[in-house]
């Protein structure tokens, strides 16, 4: 019967690193062909996702946020009583006090906080909706242009539009009820004569408006009654308005 005996014995520190340099040299040759043969651990990829914002831009809009959430409480989209008589389908804009109603009827209106013309281009008077548009092209006016020469000649329709995702266009003149890429201008006096909502309000409005609706813009000077939401302003009813572009007391060109 044939005996195995072990032996115990020691190595020296330079055989051990002979050892370990030789296994080093036999590996190397075996990791590449195992790459060669599609076995090769997988390496970290990039996801669309990455991708997309490793561009710094997309064609695609990125996902809306909650813009309403985002603004006072006094300026969301809420239903309150409105005591003007009006016809359900009117839009009266409050222009002292940064609100757009919506007659419903019945003595109540859905009430929009909005942004409007700065000093010096704020209007009045009544106006029909002509026209209505999903996410319009934007072309400045050329006094708009004279006044702010760095603009561009043309934005087209999308995210980065300053008119948003929806436009509806007052009368013949250039003035328009539109959306937003800038929600914090909302409740502010800084446009140059048409009226903004955020992107959620304006699609939100454009669902309920029909071309031909009547809208009235008040003075800042204006009294209005109209409750709920803001108990502590109660006015007055005010006197009838003139109609048609001789109401507008800046030309109509000069609006965003």
């Given at each position: 019967?044939?005996?195995?005996?072990?032996v115990?014995?020691?190595?020296?520190p330079?055989?051990?690193?002979?050892?370990?340099?030789?296994?080093?040299?036999?590996?190397?040759?075996?990791?590449?062909?195992?790459?060669?043969?599609?076995?090769?651990?997988?390496?970290?990829q990039?996801?669309?996702?990455?991708?997309?914002?490793?561009?710094g831009?997309t064609?695609e809009a990125?996902?809306?946020?909650?813009?309403?959430a985002?603004?006072?409480?006094?300026?969301?989209?809420?239903?309150?009583?409105?005591?003007?008589?009006?016809?359900?389908?009117?839009?009266?804009?409050?222009?002292?006090?940064t609100?757009?109603?919506?007659?419903l009827?019945?003595?109540?209106?859905?009430?929009?906080?909005?942004?409007?013309?700065?000093?010096?281009?704020?209007?009045s008077?009544?106006?029909?909706?002509?026209?209505k548009?999903?996410?319009?092209?934007?072309?400045?006016?050329?006094?708009?242009?004279?006044r702010q020469?760095?603009?561009?000649?043309?934005?087209?329709?999308?995210?980065?539009?300053?008119?948003?995702?929806?436009?509806?266009?007052?009368?013949?003149?250039?003035?328009?009820?539109?959306g937003t890429?800038?929600p914090?201008?909302?409740?502010?006096?800084?446009?140059s004569?048409?009226?903004?909502?955020?992107?959620?309000d304006?699609?939100?409005?454009?669902s309920?408006?029909?071309?031909?609706?009547?809208?009235?813009?008040?003075?800042k000077?204006?009294?209005?009654?109209a409750r709920?939401?803001?108990?502590?302003?109660?006015?007055?009813?005010?006197?009838t308005?003139?109609?048609?572009?001789q109401?507008?007391?800046?030309?109509?060109?000069?609006?965003?």
């Open positions: 019967m044939t005996k195995f005996v072990v115990g014995r020691s190595f020296s330079r055989v051990v690193t002979a050892f370990a340099f030789a296994t080093a040299l036999l590996t190397v040759p075996f990791a590449a062909q195992a790459q060669t043969l599609g076995y090769a651990p997988m390496q970290p990039a996801y669309p996702h990455d991708q997309i914002y490793s561009r831009y064609s990125p996902p809306a946020a909650d813009e309403d985002a603004l006072p409480d006094r300026l969301r989209r809420q239903i309150v009583s409105f005591d003007r008589n009006e016809p359900a389908g009117t839009i009266v804009i409050d222009t002292a006090n609100y757009l109603y919506y007659v009827g019945n003595g109540r209106a859905m009430r929009y906080g909005v942004g409007v013309g700065r000093e010096g281009f704020t209007w008077g009544v106006q029909n909706i002509t026209r548009a999903e996410w319009p092209d934007w072309h400045p006016p050329a006094e708009m242009i004279a020469p760095y603009l561009p000649r043309f934005v087209a329709g999308g995210p980065g539009n300053p008119l948003g995702a929806r436009a509806m266009y007052l009368g013949s003149s250039q003035y328009r009820i539109h890429n800038d914090t201008t909302i409740g502010k006096f800084v446009s004569g048409c009226v903004r909502l955020t992107n959620e304006v699609s939100d409005l454009f309920r408006v029909n071309v031909g609706a009547k809208v009235v813009v008040l003075p000077n204006a009294p209005l009654m709920g939401g803001d108990p502590l302003r109660k006015r007055p009813a005010m006197t308005l003139p109609s048609g572009r109401a507008l007391n800046i030309p109509a060109s000069s609006v965003d």
